[in-house]
Nanobody, 128 residues
Framework: VQLQASGGGSVQAGGSLRLACSAS????????FGWFRQASGKEREAIFATSERAGLTYVAQSVKGRFTVSKNAAKDTVFLQLNSLKPDDSAVYYC??????????????????????WGQGTQVTVSS
């Protein structure tokens, strides 16, 4: 399994970015996908996770209403749309994937350790 994250950059507060996570070597529809971020000096935070096969989605309260996830199954790509960005959103963003039945997703939490494949991370910097 290989994941390639892209789309990070620098924007001003209130701006938008779209991150992409391209997957190869997997049966795309059989996988759960997650987005995590880690700011400098802080712990990794789960912000989004979705499993179509399980019909489950997790969205962190900190991004609810501002970030959305979409998929292009034909291109094996998952997108994370970041809107209304704040300086606190500055972090390295990672996508992750795992076979759907290995991942526990609830409306309250998702565990990073459930995901076995990770992209390399892409930096998002939001200036005030």
């Amino acid at each position: 399994v290989q994941l390639q994250a892209s789309g990070g950059g620098s924007v001003q507060a209130g701006g938008s970015l779209r991150l992409a996570c391209s997957a190869s070597g997997i049966a795309f529809d059989d996988y759960a996908f997650g987005w995590f971020r880690q700011a400098s000096g802080k712990e990794r935070e789960a912000i989004f996770a979705t499993s179509e096969r399980a019909g489950l989605t997790y969205v962190a309260q900190s991004v609810k209403g501002r970030f959305t996830v979409s998929k292009n199954a034909a291109k094996d790509t998952v997108f994370l749309q970041l809107n209304s960005l704040k300086p606190d959103d500055s972090a390295v963003y990672y996508c992750a994937a795992e076979e759907w039945y290995r991942v526990v997703i609830t409306s309250a939490f998702v565990r990073a350790r459930d995901f076995g494949s990770w992209g390399q991370g892409t930096q998002v910097t939001v200036s005030s």
